[in-house]
């Protein structure tokens, strides 16, 4: 394979993680990102474009004859990025946009699930506005509403509420003309992000993802607070199960269309008491922040990876982990999520962790620098510190030392990551 130029589209934590593992790889020679971050622009080339207009990326790509583009985030996909790169035959990991759907559109994920028999929550949609919704009597609390957009987990509710749950439903049905009503999933939940195109699939070591803001998961939603892999709810029968019921069935079917699915499937289950997996969500893209725990612990050469993804030759591959464990910590900004402060100096981010086989370094997201060179928040998610060790408690511990040594005023950040790992 020819040394292969490399754009990776994104702004997080996700896509620095994507450029340490790429930098890595003995297949590829420059890469660039858009629009990137300070820890991309220490690896790479940041390409400040708006990536919300497909045309800005085709045209970068063009202009760099990149072998290969890397979407990171769902919104290009969901544009239709990966058909607009299809034209012009430059490979792409990221799905085309009728598979972008299973993100864009939940509805769409719900019907396909249904259609191939794959476990998911009970649903149905509604449409009438009305006082008294008897849906509300069929489901036992709490009632899971939820809005067919993409808003980043923010279009849920999760109530026991009736009157809460009885205005989302209506707020919901005004503003999108309907809204779906789920059965509630009792449970543990865990990522598995699926390496997919028509020739295979490759299940990367299972994760778990931390949503709320606040320790023991209380707190409002975010975009994740940690992560770490593999996650022990996943047990070996768990994931034989997942592959058996969920993974297989979406490989078949999406091998077997005219435009096949070329990326990530990250399948987002809930384990219920008896081990039983039931699909969430899909998303069509690598998770922020699973990509920044499970990329390090993929032992083959991610840049021949991600390009047999993109053009349909994974079966090609036999694709290798390390025998390690990963944790990360974000580390948010004062009053993240409602109304992330930026503009803050960050310090105590020098320090990285390398004793024999432990590794902790920071994957950098909302940080930008000013024109002195000092490191300042820029977003609600600033940094995230990942340790990578031989045992999970090891990898936990040493993001917190790096985490711990960092300071940014008013910063939040977890100190329960991965505790449902220790729990006995
Ligand atoms: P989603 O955007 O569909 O992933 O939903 C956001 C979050 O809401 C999930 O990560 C779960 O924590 C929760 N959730 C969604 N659907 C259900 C369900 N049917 N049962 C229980 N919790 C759910
Ligand atoms: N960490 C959840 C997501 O990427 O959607």
């Given at each position: 394979?020819?040394?292969?130029?490399?754009?990776?589209?994104?702004?997080?934590?996700?896509?620095?993680?994507?450029?340490?593992?790429?930098?890595?790889?003995?297949?590829v020679?420059n890469?660039?990102?858009?629009?990137?971050?300070?820890?991309?622009?220490?690896?790479?080339?940041?390409h400040?474009?708006?990536?919300?207009?497909?045309?800005?990326?085709?045209?970068?790509?063009?202009?760099?004859?990149?072998?290969?583009?890397?979407?990171?985030?769902?919104?290009?996909?969901v544009?239709?990025?990966?058909?607009?790169?299809?034209?012009?035959?430059?490979?792409?990991?990221?799905?085309?946009?009728?598979?972008?759907?299973?993100?864009?559109?939940?509805?769409?994920?719900?019907?396909?699930?249904?259609?191939?028999?794959i476990?998911?929550?009970?649903?149905?949609?509604?449409?009438?506005?009305?006082?008294?919704?008897?849906?509300?009597?069929?489901?036992?609390?709490?009632?899971?509403?939820?809005?067919?957009?993409?808003?980043?987990g923010?279009?849920?509710?999760?109530?026991?509420?009736?009157?809460?749950?009885?205005?989302?439903?209506?707020?919901a049905?005004?503003?999108?003309?309907?809204?779906?009503?789920?059965?509630?999933?009792?449970?543990e939940?865990a990522?598995?992000?699926?390496?997919?195109?028509?020739?295979?699939?490759?299940?990367?070591?299972?994760?778990?993802?931390h949503?709320?803001?606040?320790?023991?998961?209380?707190?409002p939603?975010?975009?994740?607070?940690?992560?770490?892999?593999?996650?022990?709810?996943?047990?070996?029968?768990?994931?034989?199960?997942?592959?058996?019921?969920?993974?297989?069935?979406?490989?078949?079917?999406?091998?077997?269309?005219?435009?096949?699915?070329?990326?990530?499937?990250?399948?987002?289950?809930?384990?219920?008491?008896?081990?039983?997996?039931?699909?969430?969500?899909?998303?069509?893209?690598?998770?922020?922040?699973?990509?920044?725990?499970?990329?390090?612990?993929?032992?083959?050469?991610?840049?021949?990876?991600?390009?047999?993804?993109?053009?349909?030759n994974?079966?090609?591959?036999?694709?290798?982990f390390?025998?390690?464990?990963?944790?990360?910590?974000?580390?948010?900004?004062?009053?993240?999520?409602?109304?992330?402060?930026?503009?803050?100096?960050?310090?105590?981010?020098?320090?990285?962790?390398?004793?024999?086989?432990?590794?902790?370094?920071?994957?950098?997201?909302?940080?930008?620098?000013?024109?002195?060179?000092?490191?300042?928040?820029?977003?609600?998610?600033?940094?995230?510190a990942?340790?990578?060790?031989?045992?999970?408690?090891?990898?936990?511990?040493?993001?917190?030392?790096?985490?711990?040594?960092?300071?940014?005023?008013?910063?939040?950040?977890?100190?329960?990551?991965?505790?449902?790992?220790?729990?006995?």
């Amino acid at each position: 394979m020819a040394l292969l130029d490399v754009l990776i589209i994104g702004n997080g934590g996700r896509e620095h993680a994507l450029a340490l593992g790429l930098n890595d790889s003995n297949y590829v020679n420059n890469i660039h990102i858009a629009p990137g971050n300070v820890g991309t622009s220490e690896i790479g080339t940041n390409h400040n474009i708006n990536i919300l207009e497909s045309l800005n990326i085709t045209k970068l790509a063009s202009d760099l004859s990149v072998d290969l583009v890397v979407i990171g985030p769902e919104m290009p996909l969901v544009n239709g990025i990966a058909d607009d790169l299809k034209k012009l035959n430059i490979p792409c990991f990221g799905p085309v946009s009728i598979w972008a759907n299973l993100e864009g559109s939940k509805r769409y994920a719900k019907e396909l699930m249904q259609s191939l028999h794959i476990p998911t929550a009970d649903y149905v949609t509604i449409t009438e506005v009305s006082d008294n919704h008897e849906i509300l009597h069929h489901f036992t609390p709490p009632w899971v509403i939820k809005r067919d957009v993409l808003a980043g987990g923010k279009g849920v509710t999760v109530t026991t509420d009736k009157n809460i749950a009885l205005s989302s439903i209506n707020e919901a049905i005004k503003m999108d003309g309907y809204v779906l009503v789920e059965e509630f999933l009792e449970g543990e939940e865990a990522s598995i992000l699926v390496m997919m195109d028509e020739s295979n699939f490759v299940c990367l070591p299972p994760s778990q993802d931390h949503k709320r803001l606040s320790d023991g998961d209380k707190g409002p939603n975010t975009g994740g607070m940690g992560a770490y892999a593999p996650a022990p709810i996943v047990t070996p029968s768990i994931l034989q199960r997942a592959q058996e019921e969920i993974i297989e069935p979406m490989h078949h079917y999406l091998r077997n269309q005219d435009s096949p699915y070329r990326g990530c499937l990250y399948v987002g289950l809930m384990i219920d008491p008896n081990g039983a997996p039931k699909v969430v969500e899909f998303n069509v893209r690598l998770g922020d922040p699973e990509t920044q725990v499970t990329i390090p612990l993929i032992a083959s050469d991610l840049g021949e990876l991600l390009f047999s993804v993109a053009t349909g030759n994974l079966s090609d591959l036999e694709v290798m982990f390390h025998n390690l464990c990963s944790a990360t910590v974000v580390l948010a900004s004062h009053n993240y999520p409602i109304n992330p402060t930026v503009g803050d100096l960050i310090s105590g981010n020098d320090v990285a962790i390398e004793e024999g086989e432990t590794h902790a370094f920071i994957h950098y997201a909302g940080t930008t620098k000013d024109v002195d060179g000092n490191y300042l928040s820029s977003g609600g998610r600033v940094l995230a510190a990942t340790g990578i060790a031989p045992t999970l408690r090891e990898a936990v511990e040493a993001s917190y030392q790096i985490i711990n040594n960092i300071n940014l005023k008013g910063s939040q950040f977890r100190s329960d990551i991965a505790f449902k790992a220790f729990r006995k």
